[in-house]
């Protein structure tokens, strides 16, 4: 079964992040995607210390990244979803990602096979090149191939209107390019999960 984890940076529920996240399960999931959808505001997640441990072979935090690690390691696809921050990826989602230190030293370890990235922006002309390229750069470290991004602005005057429609042409696009992303992916399914 074709697995996809989608990481959501937003700091609260019930926002547009959210929303774009939870179609895009819904999609993937009606093609049947067996779908992991972690909060990482709900969850503990340290800051990388720069240690430099990691260069053994696994980060020395014990916290719920060694969840998102498994996760991550045994998901065929990566989609990643944050509000854009002073035109940067949300610091809950900078945290997630500075985490995957361990990938620098070790491109091998476990990984999905592609990640694509949703991004949301309260005003009408935000600037996401800058998170684009943050995004775009964890792909390529962690050995994954670019699947393209969702650029969704002006959520402060229009919500979520328009969001089904943005995410549905997205996941279209990403399942039209990638194929089956299958690859034999074993562990328990997300239901089984403790989230």
């Not at 009408?124 to 393209?148: C, D, H, Q, R, Y």
Request: some cysteine.
């Amino acid at each position: 079964m074709n697995r996809a984890l989608i990481i959501c940076g937003s700091a609260g529920r019930g926002g547009v992040t959210e929303a774009m996240c939870q179609t895009a399960a819904d999609l993937l999931r009606s093609e049947g995607y067996d779908v992991c959808l972690l909060f990482p505001s709900e969850m503990d997640i340290r800051h990388c210390t720069g240690c430099d441990a990691c260069a053994k072979g696994e980060c020395v935090l014990d916290d719920d990244m060694n969840a998102i690690y498994e996760i991550f390691g045994e998901s065929d696809l990566l989609i990643l979803s944050t509000p854009l921050h002073f035109s940067g990826p949300s610091s809950l989602l900078k945290t997630v990602i500075d985490r995957f230190q361990v990938y620098w030293h070790n491109t091998a370890l476990p990984h999905p096979l592609a990640c694509g990235a949703m991004l949301c922006a309260g005003s009408p002309e935000p600037n996401f090149k800058p998170t684009v390229s943050i995004l775009k750069a964890f792909s390529i470290t962690t050995n994954m191939a670019w699947a393209g991004h969702l650029e969704f602005p002006d959520t402060d005057r229009r919500g979520e209107e328009g969001v089904g429609e943005a995410v549905s042409e997205f996941i279209g696009r990403i399942l039209a390019a990638r194929g089956s992303l299958s690859s034999a992916r074993t562990g328990p399914p997300c239901s089984q999960r403790n989230e």
